[in-house]
């Protein structure tokens, strides 16, 4: 294993991951095959514990549930960095085809095991590193990332203070089925918030034969379930996007019964707080407006389980400049849109200036547009990966940790080649 130990020299964490790689990848596969739920994850905590044990680290569980948080004290002062992975798998019946397939029902359909896998690689680099870095390194090993609801709870729980100081930064990734090793990020949103609406419709029932003698919840919720429609494409902006798709429809069994209520639920996306609070606001509006039409009664109602995932910029840019840095600009990828899925991170870059970014890891051969997408039960990932992606974490952790210099230096730059013309200053 190569690493310069000198106190003034970058480490060659390329290098450093790459002597981790078999490792790595054996123990992906053996959390592949334990996949467990939302906050019950014994087996996968005792197995990363295991995999962490004899290292300089200050382990925390937390209280009641799966899921811990881990400290690396730097031989050196300086401020606390935070690296996140998710823990938990999907209530998905594995048909991968995989020779380390899981066969209990459930799935890491969402690269949560490469996650694991790599922040152990990323504690292992950091660890051989200690007496070189400046400040600590918090690692957040997070339980029920799919719901969503862990990130809250780990907050709600003394997360960020931790280390007896709240992080300068904070970085998070995800496997997608992209080009093997290719880094995608954006300066500004890079998830869609989750929300969701549900409105109830109570009329007064009767005989299918004469809606007239009745009042009939229905067409209220059909004429919503347009109305939302509308409300997408005629009050906000393509360049501001909101995605409502419409998925519960709910009245009576009898098919010759006009039933008191109906309901409708939808699932509802937006890449900035304002287009998601306006939409919450404007949906109810329309909901109560309907049900007058029709003389229903409504409740109506909008939850928002986890807000826009947003970067930084300037965290986003050293993220770029960083993984340029290890593997070329060639694999970095400044993405012109967001993803419409959400991730529950967003709670903790709302508190914690910070990025989250993609790692592609699309399996060898493997048409990208053909490619199981996130959560399918055919999803496969490239573990050959898992070197290159501990290598960055370990890079962003080492740097953000060392210099806060890197992270405020880029402040004033633009664009992601900012970032590097002023790393190449320095």
């Not at 004290?73 to 798998?89: C, F």
């Not at 049900?291 to 109602?301: D, K, Q, S, T, Y």
Request: net charge negative; charged share 20%; aromatic share 6%.
């Amino acid at each position: 294993m190569h690493s310069d130990t000198r106190e003034d020299s970058t480490p060659d964490f390329v290098a450093m991951g790459a002597a981790l790689s078999s490792e790595l990848i054996a123990l992906r596969r053996e959390l592949h095959q334990i996949p467990e739920l939302a906050f019950e994850l014994p087996r996968t905590q005792a197995r990363l514990l295991a995999a962490l044990k004899g290292l300089p680290l200050e382990i925390h569980p937390l209280d009641g549930v799966s899921g811990f948080w881990a400290t690396l004290r730097g031989g050196r002062p300086g401020p606390t960095v935070l690296l996140r992975a998710d823990m938990d798998a999907l209530p998905v019946t594995e048909q991968s085809g995989e020779s380390f397939a899981s066969s209990n029902g459930a799935m890491h359909a969402c690269g949560h095991d490469l996650h694991m896998s790599g922040m152990v690689g990323a504690v292992k680099i950091l660890s051989q590193l200690r007496e070189q870095i400046a400040g600590t390194v918090l690692f957040m090993f997070q339980p029920n990332e799919e719901t969503p609801a862990g990130a809250r709870l780990m907050l709600e729980q003394g997360l960020l203070d931790a280390t007896g100081e709240r992080p300068v930064v904070a970085w998070g990734l995800h496997e997608m089925p992209y080009p093997a090793g290719t880094v995608h990020i954006s300066q500004g949103a890079q998830m869609a918030s989750n929300c969701q609406f549900t409105a109830t419709f109570t009329g007064s029932g009767g005989h299918g034969s004469a809606p007239h003698a009745a009042i009939d919840p229905v067409p209220a919720v059909l004429d919503l379930g347009q109305q939302l429609q509308n409300l997408v494409t005629r009050e906000f902006s393509v360049f501001d996007p909101v995605v409502c798709t419409v998925t519960q429809l709910r009245a009576g069994e009898a098919i010759n019964v006009i039933h008191d209520t109906a309901s409708l639920g939808a699932t509802v996306r937006a890449v900035s707080r304002e287009a998601t609070e306006r939409f919450a606001r404007r949906s109810v509006e329309l909901a109560r407006a309907v049900a007058a039409a029709h003389r229903c009664e409504v409740e109506a109602g909008f939850r928002v389980n986890c807000p826009t995932t947003i970067n930084d910029p300037r965290a986003a840019r050293i993220a770029a400049a960083t993984a340029q840095e290890l593997f070329g600009a060639e694999r970095v990828v400044g993405m012109e849109h967001p993803v419409m899925a959400s991730e529950d991170f967003s709670y903790v870059l709302e508190q914690v200036p910070g990025a989250f970014f993609f790692f592609g890891a699309l399996p060898e051969g493997v048409d990208p547009a053909g490619a199981p997408q996130l959560h399918s039960p055919l999803a496969r990932y490239n573990d050959a990966v898992l070197g290159d992606q501990a290598a960055l974490l370990a890079a962003l952790a080492f740097k953000g940790a060392s210099s806060q210099r890197d992270f405020e230096g880029a402040s004033s730059q633009g664009g992601f080649e900012g970032a590097l013309s002023q790393r190449d200053e320095d």
